[in-house]
C-alpha cells in the first residue's frame, strides 16, 4: 500500500519548467480559492450551496500545484471553469443577470491562467493556444450571456386596449392639456395629458428647447447629502411655477424659460429633514376677485420649515390677506418642535377653497415626535378650517388652551388627492412614529396607520378608511397619490403601494372594486403578540415579485455573492411581512421603497391603462437594542450627537422604545457597494384596467452610472435601476419618465414597452416631468435636480424639449 506522505508530495512535486508567471497567477488563484472554501464552509454550515466550497478547494488546489510549476493546476482551473457553467445553467437557467456573477470573474480568471500554463512547458505552439483559448473562452462566455439575455427587453402579455373605449370624466374641475395645473396633472392624478403632438411616430425627433439654472444648489458637503428637489413644476397660461429644494418659488415663461419672478422664503439649512425636497405648489384663483387685483391669482407653497406661503401668482409679491403677511405656521398647537421634524415637502391639497395640509415627521427620531395632525387652511384667508388629530377627534380647531395636538401620530407627509363634487380628499397615511416598534402605539393610530383616509373637506371629519398593513413595523406607509378614475360605471380609485398591491377602491365609501384576500403573515420578531395573523393583498394586481431564495443572490463576483448567500442564510426571513429582529437581521421585502413610492401611478383615460414604474429591491434590517446603539451614538436629530444625513433608517434612534433601527437599504454588500439581490432593481409595467392583466412589463434604467465601488460602468445595458418619480402618458400613444439612477429621461411606447427616445440630463432626473402647449407646440419639461438617496448627481436645471421648431 502507497504511503499517503508520498502520494501527497507526488502530488505537489515541482513542475519541470517552474515560472514567475505560474507562481504569481498561482498565489493569486489560492488566495481567492481559500477565500472560498472558508466562506463556502460557513455557507454549507448554514445549509447554503455546496459549490462555493467545492470550488474553492479546488482554486486552493490549483492555486499551490501552478505555483509549482505543475500544468496539472492549470488544467484543474480550466475544470473547475467548465463545471461552474454547467452550475450556474442548472442554478439559474437562461437569467444572464444571474448569470455574471457567477461566470464572468472565473473567466477573467482564467486569462492569465491560461498564459501561465503556457510559460510552463516548452511545446513550440504554446502561446498560439494559450490566446487562442483565452479568445475562446471569452466568446464562449459571451455568446452564453447573449443567449441567456434573448427575448427583448419587454415581455408583452396582452394588447392594449384601443383608444375611446373608456370615457372618464374629472372629479377634480381641472383639465390637463395646454396647461398642467395640478402636480398630478389634475386633482385627480391621472398624470395624462391629451396633447399628441409629439407621438410614437415622431418623438425621435426631440431635442432640447431650452434649459434653466434655478440657483439653489447645497450650501456645503454636508447639506449636498440630503439634496433632492423631487419637483413637479404647474403650468397655466403662459406661464410654469415651481419650487427648488429651500423652496424659492420661480415663476418662468412657458415657451422660452425666462425668468418672469422669483420669490426666496430664506429657509434655513437647519430646517432640512431627511430630505430637502418642494415637491410641487398650488395655483388657486380666488372666486369674486378681480382679474387685475392683488393675488387674485396666487402660488401656495408649504416650506422646510413649515410654513404655507401665498404670492401672486403674476408678481411673485405675498399675499398680505393671507395669514400673517403671506404666511402660516402649521406648527402652531404642536408643542415643542425641533428643528428639522415637522417640513412640508408635498404640495398642499385643494378642494372647495381648503387647502388640505400634511406634513412629514422626521422618520426614526423619537416615539413622542411632534404630532402628525391634518389641519384644513382656508386657501384665500390662510386661516385654520379644521384640523383632523385622530387621539382628539372632539377638536374642530386649535388645541384648547394649555394643550397640544397628541404626539407620534400618523403623518401625511405625501400628496393627497382631492374630489370636488363629493367634496372628499384622500389622504395616503403613514405610520406612529417609530416605524420598527408598535408595543407603544394607541388604538387610534393602529386604526388609521398606513390607511387611505377619506376626509370631509368641510368639516375634517373622516368618511372612510381602508388600510393596507395590520400594526405595520415595515415602514410600508401609503406613498402615492390615489388615482381617481371611473372604474366600470363607479367613481373610483387606483390605489398603489410601497408592497406592490394595487387596488380599486369605490372613492364614495372606499368598498374594494377588485378582490383583495389575506394571507397568513410570519409571527415572531421581538413583538410577537403584536403581529396580525393574516394581512391584506390585492387578489387582482401585484407589482410584487415572488419570495427571495439563496440563488436570486448576487454580486460582483463568486466571492461577494457568497457573502450575500451567507447573509441570506444567517438572517431571519420568513417571505413576505417577516418581522424584524433584534439578536439578527431580518430581510424586508419588497423593501420601503416600494413597489410604488411618491411617483405614483399614471392613467390613460382613453385606453384604460395604468402605467406603474416601480422598485423592486429588498432591506436588510435590523432592531438594535438600547444599550447597543447608545454606544454607537445613535441620537435624535435634536441632541448634541445627532446627525444629519445618511439613507433612511440607517442608525436611527427610535428614542423612548427599547431599539434603535438599522437599515441597509437596497441591501449592499459593504466592500463593494453591489446590491446583494440579482436585477432587475426597479421596472415599469403597463396595466388593462379593465381586467388587471399586464399588458407588457420590462425593467427600467441602464447600467451606464452603476458599477462596484461606485465606479461608473457607461454600459448602456439595460439593467433595471432603482427609481423615485413618476410618468406621464399622453394621447400621443406616449408614456415620458426618468425617475432611474442612468439620468436618463426617456420616452417609451405604450403599445410595446420600447424605448424610442431618450436624453442625458444634466443631474439625476428624480422627478415627475410634465407636458405642455405653448403657441401650438408641446414642451416636454423636467426638474433635473438629482437625490441624494439615489446617489445621482445634484443640479438645479430644469430642462425643455419639444420638436423641431
Known amino acids: ?294 393675488c387674485a391669482t396666487r402660488i401656495i407653497e408649504g416650506t422646510l420649515d413649515a410654513r404655507l406661503i401665498a404670492v401672486d401668482a403674476r408678481t411673485g409679491k405675498p399675499c398680505a390677506d393671507f395669514g400673517t403677511a403671506g404666511q402660516a405656521d402649521i406648527k402652531q398647537g404642536m408643542g415643542r418642535v425641533p428643528w428639522g421634524y415637522v417640513s412640508i415637502n408635498s404640495p398642499p391639497t385643494l378642494v372647495r377653497g381648503v387647502l388640505v395640509v400634511g406634513h412629514q415627521v422626521l422618520d426614526g427620531q423619537d416615539r413622542w415626535a411632534p404630532s402628525g395632525v391634518i389641519q384644513g387652511f382656508d386657501a384665500r384667508t390662510g386661516k385654520l378650517r379644521w ?93 402615492a397619490q390615489a388615482t381617481l378614475v371611473d372604474y366600470k360605471g363607479v367613481p373610483a380609485m387606483v390605489l398603489p403601494s410601497k408592497q406592490g398591491d394595487i387596488y380599486i377602491l369605490d372613492r364614495r365609501t372606499g368598498r374594494p372594486l377588485t378582490p383583495v384576500g389575506e394571507i397568513r403573515a410570519p409571527s415572531g420578531g421581538v413583538e410577537p403578540e403584536q403581529r396580525a395573523a393574516t394581512q391584506p393583498v390585492s387578489l387582482w394586481h401585484t407589482l410584487r415579485k415572488r419570495d427571495l431564495t439563496e440563488r436570486d443572490m448576487w454580486g460582483m463576483s463568486p466571492i461577494d455573492q457568497m457573502v450575500c448567500r451567507i447573509q441570506f442564510r444567517s438572517a431571519s426571513y420568513k417571505g413576505f411581512f417577516t418581522p424584524p429582529e433584534a439578536d439578527r437581521h431580518s430581510i424586508e421585502y419588497p423593501g420601503y421603497n416600494g413597489g410604488t413610492d411618491w411617483g405614483g401611478v399614471a392613467v390613460d383615460p382613453q385606453r384604460g391603462v395604468i402605467v406603474a414604474n416601480y422598485n423592486d429591491m429588498p432591506n436588510y434590517v435590523r432592531l438594535v437594542p438600547r444599550a447597543e446603539a447608545n454606544k454607537r451614538g445613535w441620537a435624535p436629530r435634536d441632541q448634541a450627537r445627532g446627525a444629519v444625513g445618511g439613507a433612511e433608517g440607517a442608525g436611527d434612534p427610535q428614542a423612548n422604545t427599547p431599539y434603535a433601527i438599522n437599515v441597509n437599504a437596497g441591501w449592499r454588500v459593504p466592500f463593494t457597494g453591489m446590491l446583494c439581490k440579482k436585477p432587475p432593481y426597479g421596472g415599469i409595467r403597463a396595466i388593462d384596467m379593465a381586467t388587471g392583466k399586464t399588458i407588457w412589463d420590462r425593467p427600467l434604467g441602464e447600467a451606464r452610472t452603476n458599477g462596484p465601488f461606485g465606479i461608473p460602468s457607461m454600459l448602456p445595458i439595460t439593467i433595471g435601476t432603482p427609481n423615485n418619480g413618476g410618468s406621464v402618458v399622453t394621447a400621443g400613444g406616449l408614456i415620458f419618465v426618468a425617475a432611474t439612477t442612468d439620468n436618463l429621461i426617456r420616452a417609451i411606447d405604450l403599445r410595446t414597452g420600447k424605448t424610442l427616445w431618450k436624453d442625458v440630463l444634466p443631474a439625476g432626473g428624480q422627478a415627475t416631468p410634465i407636458t405642455y402647449e405653448v403657441n401650438g407646440r408641446q414642451y416636454l419639461v423636467i426638474y433635473a435636480g438629482g437625490h441624494h438617496f439615489m446617489e445621482t448627481p445634484i443640479g438645479d436645471e430644469v430642462v425643455a424639449y419639444a420638436l423641431p421648431g
Not at 243 to 267: F, H, S
Not at 416 to 432: R, T
Open 387 to 479: 384640523a383632523w388629530d385622530m387621539m382628539h377627534p372632539e377638536w374642530n380647531g386649535y388645541p384648547p388652551a394649555g394643550q397640544e395636538w397628541a404626539r407620534g401620530t400618523p403623518n401625511m407627509w405625501t400628496m393627497a388627492s382631492g374630489d370636488e363634487q363629493l367634496g372628499l380628499v384622500y389622504l395616503p397615511m403613514g405610520n406612529a412614529a417609530a416605524d420598527y416598534y408598535s408595543s407603544l402605539r394607541r388604538p387610534e393610530e393602529n386604526r388609521f396607520a398606513t390607511s387611505l383616509v377619506a376626509l370631509d373637506v368641510t368639516t375634517g371629519k373622516p368618511r372612510w378608511r381602508f388600510q393596507a398593513v395590520r400594526k405595520d413595523v415595515w415602514d410600508y406607509d401609503f406613498g
Open 1 to 294: 500500500m502507497s504511503d499517503p506522505h508520498t502520494a501527497f508530495a507526488t502530488f505537489f512535486r515541482p513542475g519541470s519548467h517552474p515560472s514567475w508567471a505560474g507562481y504569481l497567477v498561482g498565489t493569486v488563484l489560492a488566495l481567492i480559492g481559500l477565500v472560498l472554501a472558508i466562506g463556502g464552509a460557513w455557507l454549507a454550515v448554514l445549509g447554503g450551496s455546496l459549490y462555493y466550497l467545492l470550488a474553492g478547494i479546488a482554486m486552493l488546489v490549483a492555486g499551490v500545484l501552478l505555483v509549482r510549476g505543475r500544468l496539472l493546476g492549470g488544467w484543474l482551473y480550466v475544470a473547475t471553469v467548465a463545471i461552474t457553467f454547467l452550475w450556474t445553467w442548472w442554478e439559474v437557467g437562461a437569467d444572464a443577470w444571474a448569470q455574471v456573477p457567477r461566470i464572468i470573474a472565473p473567466v477573467v480568471l482564467l486569462v492569465p491562467v491560461l498564459v501561465a500554463m503556457a510559460t510552463l512547458t516548452v511545446r513550440r505552439n504554446r502561446w498560439r493556444l494559450a490566446l487562442g483559448s483565452a479568445a475562446g473562452a471569452v466568446v464562449l462566455t459571451a455568446i452564453d450571456l447573449a443567449a441567456a439575455a434573448s427575448g427583448g427587453p419587454a415581455t408583452i402579455e396582452t394588447a392594449l386596449p384601443a383608444p375611446g373605449t373608456q370615457g372618464m370624466a374629472d372629479p377634480s374641475g381641472q383639465q390637463a392639456g395646454a396647461d398642467w395645473p395640478s402636480y398630478g396633472g389634475t386633482g385627480s392624478a391621472r398624470r395624462f395629458s391629451p396633447l399628441a403632438q409629439i407621438n410614437a411616430a415622431n418623438v425621435g425627433k426631440l431635442e432640447r428647447a431650452w434649459m434653466i439654472h434655478t440657483g439653489d444648489m447645497p450650501s456645503s458637503p454636508t447639506i449636498a447629502k440630503t439634496y433632492g428637489a423631487e419637483n413637479t413644476p404647474l403650468k397655466i397660461g403662459d406661464s410654469l411655477y415651481l419650487c427648488t429644494p429651500k423652496n424659492i418659488l420661480i415663476a418662468l415663461d412657458a415657451a422660452n424659460g425666462e425668468q418672469r419672478w422669483r420669490y426666496d422664503p430664506n429657509v434655513p439649512d437647519r430646517a432640512i429633514p431627511y430630505t430637502a425636497a418642494c415637491r410641487g405648489v398650488v395655483y388657486y384663483a380666488v372666486p369674486g376677485m378681480a382679474a387685475n387685483q392683488a
